[in-house]
T-cell receptor, first 113, second 111 residues
Framework: GQNIDQPTEMTATEGAIVQINCTYQ??????LFWYQQHAGEAPTFLSY????GLEEKGRFSSFLSRSKGYSYLLLKELQMKDSASYLC??????????????FGQGTTLQVKP | SAVISQKPSRDICQRGTSLTIQCQVD?????MFWYRQQPGQSLTLIAT?????????ESGFVIDKFPISRPNLTFSTLTVSNMSPEDSSIYLC????????FGQGTRLTVV
C-alpha cells in the first residue's frame, strides 16, 4: 500500500522561501507529482519527478530521493497568490496505473504580507 | 495540455436521489479517473474508467454506489446513487497527458 505524509499547514512571509516536505512509504512508484490547489478550484500541475535530484521551474523547484522516500517542493520569492494547498501524489508502479494518483493529505500554505 | 470540461459545476440534491456528472476531454485519452475530495481533505481515487471495459474501483468504493460509464475515448460519467449527506463532496475527473490534468470539479451538497 501507500502512505504519504505532508505537514497540514505552513505559514510564510511574502518574498521569503518555503520548503514543503513529503515523505512516503509505498510498495513502489513510477513518479512523484506536486500539484497546487487554490480554494474552490481544481488541482493544477506543478512538477513531476521520476529520478533523484532537483527539478527547477521558475520560482518552483522539486526534489526527490527515492532511497529516502522523500520529496520537497521549494517555493522562492513567495507571492500572496501562492497561498494555496500543495498536494504531493505518487503514481503506483505498473503501466496499468499510468495517470492514477495517490495523494497525500495536502499542505495548506498561507503567505502573509 | 488538454482540457476537461466537467459539469455540473455544483448541485444541491435531495437525499435518496442520484446525480450524474459528466466529463468531456478535448482529445482522446486511454484512461480517465474519478476522485472525491471531502471538505478540508485531499483527493481520494474512486475508480479508473476504461474504455470498452468495466471501471476498476478502489477499496471502499463499489459500482452500485458509483456507476461509471466510458462510452468512448473522450467522455466519461460518474453517477452518485442513492445519495446521503455523507456524499456531500467535490468530485473531480482527470486524465493523463504529459501530466494528470483535472476537470473543474463538481461541488455536490446533499440535503
Amino acid at each position: 500500500g501507500q502512505n504519504i505524509d505532508q505537514p497540514t499547514e505552513m505559514t510564510a512571509t511574502e518574498g521569503a522561501i518555503v520548503q514543503i516536505n513529503c515523505t512516503y512509504q509505498t510498495s513502489g512508484f513510477n513518479g512523484l507529482f506536486w500539484y497546487q490547489q487554490h480554494a474552490g478550484e481544481a488541482p493544477t500541475f506543478l512538477s513531476y519527478n521520476v529520478l533523484d535530484g532537483l527539478e527547477e521551474k521558475g520560482r518552483f523547484s522539486s526534489f526527490l530521493s527515492r532511497s529516502k522516500g522523500y520529496s520537497y517542493l521549494l517555493l522562492k520569492e513567495l507571492q500572496m497568490k501562492d497561498s494555496a494547498s500543495y498536494l504531493c501524489a505518487v503514481t503506483p508502479p505498473g503501466s496499468s496505473n499510468t495517470g492514477k494518483l495517490i495523494f497525500g493529505q495536502g499542505t495548506t500554505l498561507q503567505v502573509k504580507p | 495540455s488538454a482540457v476537461i470540461s466537467q459539469k455540473p459545476s455544483r448541485d444541491i440534491c435531495q437525499r435518496g436521489t442520484s446525480l450524474t456528472i459528466q466529463c468531456q476531454v478535448d482529445s482522446q485519452v486511454t484512461m480517465m479517473f474519478w476522485y472525491r475530495q471531502q471538505p478540508g481533505q485531499s483527493l481520494t481515487l474512486i475508480a479508473t474508467a476504461n474504455q470498452g471495459s468495466e471501471a476498476t474501483y478502489e477499496s471502499g468504493f463499489v459500482i452500485d454506489k458509483f456507476p461509471i460509464s466510458r462510452p468512448n475515448l473522450t467522455f466519461s460519467t460518474l453517477t452518485v446513487s442513492n445519495m446521503s449527506p455523507e456524499d456531500s463532496s467535490i468530485y473531480l475527473c482527470s486524465a493523463m497527458g504529459t501530466e494528470a490534468f483535472f476537470g473543474q470539479g463538481t461541488r455536490l451538497t446533499v440535503v
